[in-house]
């Protein structure tokens, strides 16, 4: 059993910031890599970011220079900052972790529920 709860939407309007976590809990024995994705209406879900275990990252074109995703090995969380934030970043948010879970080989991904974020003034 694991969960992964986000937390941090909300509206803002543009050029603001947010920031985003998904807590991951339950069986867990470690975590690789984790991410965030976003899904717009009438749009497929895209890549945001991506953390590895050891802390590199990648993120879209769209929002280099502007997001910084982190994580806290000790709490199994990942997070989202979200600054200068654009109307198109208006999205809904999933956070994704791929999980090696307690006694199982290899790992699972696992999704979040997902936060909204809209940005408009």
């Known amino acids: 059993q694991v969960q992964l709860v986000e937390s941090g939407g909300g509206l803002v309007q543009p050029g603001g910031s947010l920031r985003l976590s998904c807590a991951a809990s339950g069986s867990i024995f470690s975590i690789n890599d984790m991410g965030w994705y976003r899904q717009a209406p009438g749009k497929k879900r895209e890549l945001v970011a991506v953390i590895t275990s050891g802390g590199t990252t990648k993120y879209a074109d769209s929002v280099k220079g502007r997001f910084t995703i982190s994580r806290d090995n000790a709490k199994n969380t990942v997070y989202l900052q979200m600054n200068s934030l654009k109307p198109e970043d208006t999205a809904l948010y999933y956070c994704?972790?791929?999980?090696?879970?307690?006694?199982?080989?290899?790992?699972?991904?696992?999704w979040g529920q997902g936060t909204q974020v809209t940005v408009s003034s």
């Open positions: 994704n972790a791929d999980v090696r879970r307690t006694i199982l080989p290899g790992t699972i991904p696992y």
